[in-house]
């Protein structure tokens, strides 16, 4: 008789039945809670749309099916369906389902469609064509295609060409992007995620439609010193369909940067990061007729403006080594701000980086009244962050960050959007203290399949702002893979 396999070897099994298929899935559910994190008010008069929902309490249910096909050896299809229907106790911020509670089922969509070539023609690479995640780095700049959609997906449409030189402990990175900011714009999606009546937005993944090329080099011949450097293109073009919307920007961003990157005497890690970036942008809305108090009259325009801009980001640790994996680490991070005076545009732009690289909360929800969904820049960010391993299959952090702006002004109020008078916004337009943030984050593996956390955050609101109510953020997450 055949020996009765173990669990995992028939996981395994039933997982890839044959050599050329394998499959898997995986199921999250997250409990958010967060109290003016939107708003940064209760005050309607300064946040028309989000102070009177300003509490918010919803489920997500997140599940995805994913499989490989590998017809010969080095070549494979990919493909992945993800779904995320959201609950919510409380009256919504959801575009589409604005002020109501209950079940949103939102839609389905293929996050995952390519086909990867590995050593094409022989040659030391990595041929990836279609929708895919890219994450580069850190994640600094390009970790996140589809913004507007929150953890829901991640994927840009896009072809990358990742070519080794082993003897040289280098890779080359070659990426074209092409990523429209409508769910169903490529490929239909499982249920309606267009515009509906009364909100002719409708469900995005970015702001307006991308194109890019990415052209991203990395040397790891010292541990001390692994050096990366890249040049990044993004052409943005604003959506345009009147009369259901019209928003987004055009813009031609340039981007060159470099990270130096290490471990030191083996007990201290660091980053470094830096880029510039130069181009043009037009964003209308920064427009009010002449009437902007906050903005000079050259910077008040519909036309283009000339982008300048800068940003930093670094981060140094020491590795106690100890029993219980302590680590101590201080982070800088620096994105220039829009000087109102001038006419061009100094914001720094975080390209295909507006995802949740250090804060769930504050980068992401807390950014939209003067950006974006996730859109961090006129930033200052430093403090401390204590990492430890308590015991077995058990993560437990906590972070202070001194949060500051470059800028004492924000120059795109979401309420400008509204014709309101731009000093009817949460800011106060005469201080750059952003405030303190906290952060603490337990992290639990229950079993190699099951996994979950209880994260928490917290900001005491400085003079940048007009209130100074907590702005709080408090998730447990659980998920199961397969």
């Known amino acids: 008789a055949a020996k009765p396999c173990t669990f995992d070897e028939c996981v395994k099994e039933i997982k890839q039945p044959v050599d050329w298929f394998s499959w898997g899935g995986d199921f999250r559910v997250r409990n958010e809670y967060f109290n003016n994190a939107l708003s940064l008010t209760t005050d309607p008069h300064l946040s028309l749309l989000f102070a009177p929902v300003h509490e918010q309490d919803y489920f997500r249910y997140r599940g995805r099916l994913w499989a490989s096909f590998l017809p010969t050896d080095g070549l494979s299809l990919n493909v992945r369906l993800a779904a995320e229907p959201r609950e919510f106790m409380r009256p919504a911020t959801m575009d589409t389902f604005y002020e109501h509670s209950g079940m949103q089922w939102r839609y389905g969509i293929i996050d995952n469609l390519n086909v990867q070539w590995k050593k094409p023609l022989d040659l030391p ?40 030189l082993n ?14 900011a409508r769910p169903d714009a490529w490929l239909p999606t499982l249920g309606a995620s267009g515009s509906v009546p009364g909100d002719p937005e409708g469900l995005l993944l970015t702001d307006q439609n991308e194109k890019g090329a990415i052209l991203w080099i990395a040397n790891k011949s010292l541990a ?13 073009s604003r959506l345009n369909n009147p009369p259901a919307a019209t928003f987004g920007d055009n813009a031609d961003i340039y981007t060159i940067g470099g990270r130096v990157s290490g471990l030191l005497e083996d007990h201290w890690k660091y980053s470094v990061e ?21 903005l000079a009259p050259s910077a008040e325009t519909t036309g283009f403006r000339d982008v300048r801009a800068f940003g930093v980001n670094s981060k140094l640790s020491y590795l106690f080594k100890d029993q219980w994996n302590n680590q101590l680490s201080f982070s800088y991070e620096f994105l220039s701000g829009d000087d109102p005076k001038t006419g061009n545009d100094e914001m720094f732009d975080v390209l295909w980086g507006r995802w949740p690289r250090w804060s769930e909360m504050y980068n992401i929800y807390s950014y939209v009244p003067e950006t974006r969904v996730g859109q961090t820049a006129n930033l200052h960010r430093f403090g401390p962050t204590w990492s430890l391993n308590p015991m077995k299959d058990m993560d437990f952090s906590l972070t202070y960050f001194a949060l500051l702006a470059d800028q004492d002004v924000p120059t795109r109020p979401l309420n400008q959007a509204f014709g309101l008078p731009a000093t009817d916004t949460p800011f106060s337009n005469n201080g750059n203290f952003r405030g303190h943030y906290l952060q603490a984050v337990l992290k639990y593996k229950f079993t190699k399949n099951l996994s979950g956390h209880l994260w928490s955050e917290f900001l005491l609101p400085g003079d940048y702002y007009v209130s100074r109510d907590l702005v709080d953020f408090v998730r447990a997450e659980l998920m199961f893979s397969f």
């Open 125 to 164: 690479a990595t041929l990836t064509v279609g929708r895919q995640d890219v994450f580069l780095g850190d994640g600094w700049l390009v970790g996140d295609g589809t913004p507007e959609d929150g953890s829901f997906t991640y994927f840009l449409d896009s072809a990358r060409l990742t070519y080794d």
């Open 167 to 180: 003897d040289q402990h280098t890779t080359i990175d070659a990426i074209g992007i092409d990523q429209y």
């Open 224 to 236: 001390e010193a692994n050096l990366d450097g890249y040049f990044i293109y993004k052409h943005d």
């Open 274 to 294: 830096g880029a510039y970036q130069f181009g043009e942008k037009q964003d209308p809305e920064l427009n009010q007729g002449g009437n902007n108090p906050v």
